[in-house]
């Protein structure tokens, strides 16, 4: 189960129409597995209460995936929107 609601990604988005309602669902499944890979745990199993920061981040990279839709642009810098790698980095589940 995706850890953001349809309708909060697409208030973050400011998309108020539904055509996109399902390209919206994939993105934000994929981001969710996306930022999981890069933490090495699946959110909500880590989590009883999924934190704010983990949250926004989902929405953030999805949001990015939306209005980015092509694999490079010349406005599109290749990498996680601004601030993901500082979460990433602050909740990844490191192992030795």
Same mark, same amino acid.
């Given at each position: 189960?995706? *850890?953001?609601?349809?309708?909060?990604?697409?208030?973050?988005?400011?998309? @108020?129409f539904n055509d996109d309602d399902a =390209?919206? %669902? @994939?993105? *934000?499944?994929?981001?969710?597995?996306?930022? %999981?890979?890069?933490?090495?745990?699946e959110i909500e199993t880590e989590f009883?209460?999924?934190?704010? @920061?983990?949250?926004?981040?989902?929405?953030?990279?999805?949001?990015? $995936?939306?209005?980015?839709?092509?694999?490079?642009?010349?406005?599109?810098?290749? %990498? =996680?929107?601004?601030?993901? $790698?500082? *979460?990433?980095?602050?909740?990844?589940?490191?192992t030795f």
């Open positions: 189960m995706a *850890i953001v609601s349809l309708a909060d990604q697409k208030a973050h988005m400011r998309v @108020d =390209l919206i %669902e @994939d993105q *934000i499944y994929a981001a969710q597995a996306h930022l %999981e890979q890069l933490l090495g745990y009883a209460t999924v934190p704010s @920061d983990l949250t926004g981040a989902v929405m953030q990279l999805a949001a990015s $995936w939306y209005e980015n839709r092509e694999a490079t642009s010349g406005d599109v810098p290749g %990498e =996680l929107p601004l601030g993901m $790698w500082d *979460i990433v980095r602050e909740r990844r589940n490191y």
